[in-house]
């Protein structure tokens, strides 16, 4: 089998071990992929930057990270993540973009240009959605009714953890249907 990396840009506010990344981190590694973590240098920065500043300051460390690995890369992206899209791109490296900030033109620019697939997961009460950009970008789209820039949905808490079963699965189903299928 070839060898297998995923790397992981987690949001602004909460690093790659936060369940959504780290449930699809885990999708990752279960099929064979070594799991690359990208911690902000600076984590207390990215909630001061200007959506102009935010690819510039994220794109050297994704860089780093990608420069490490070897094999079928996979990206998977949370939130301010997605602003590595550009270079996601430019490597032709299939992705997972969970919460992006669609309204970003820097954002927009690396998805309108990316040949690999991608899914994008976001929810229809997250002021960085839009159900149909997302649908034009890609086929791959999972779009939680209700559900925040977070993933949360209203109610109790089990009804939030009902929806990060569904972003594993559908992650699971991404990678095994159209990232690494199996021979």
């Not at 510039?56 to 899209?85: C, F, H, K, M, N």
């Not at 919460?99 to 976001?122: E, H, Q, Y």
């Not at 002021?127 to 209203?154: C, K, N, R």
């Amino acid at each position: 089998m070839t060898s297998r990396a995923a790397v992981i840009v987690p949001g602004g506010q909460n690093g790659p071990s936060a369940p959504l990344p780290m449930y699809a981190a885990d999708a990752a590694e279960r099929r064979g992929a070594r799991i690359h973590q990208i911690w902000w240098e600076e984590p207390d920065r990215p909630p001061t930057l200007a959506d102009d500043e935010r690819g510039p300051w994220v794109l050297p460390q994704v860089e780093r990270a990608l420069a490490a690995t070897e094999g079928d890369t996979l990206l998977i992206g949370r939130s301010l993540g997605s602003y590595a899209s550009p270079l996601v791109a430019d490597r032709d490296l299939p992705a997972v973009w969970l919460s992006p900030i669609l309204p970003s033109p820097w954002v927009l620019d690396g998805l309108r240009r990316a040949t690999a697939p991608f899914l994008i997961v976001g929810g229809t009460a997250d002021a960085f959605w839009d159900s149909a950009v997302a649908h034009e970008l890609t086929p791959y789209v999972l779009e939680v009714p209700g559900a925040g820039h977070g993933m949360y949905v209203p109610g109790r808490l089990a009804a939030s953890a009902t929806v990060l079963g569904q972003v594993a699965t559908a992650v699971e189903d991404f990678l095994d249907e159209v990232v690494w299928p199996s021979p």
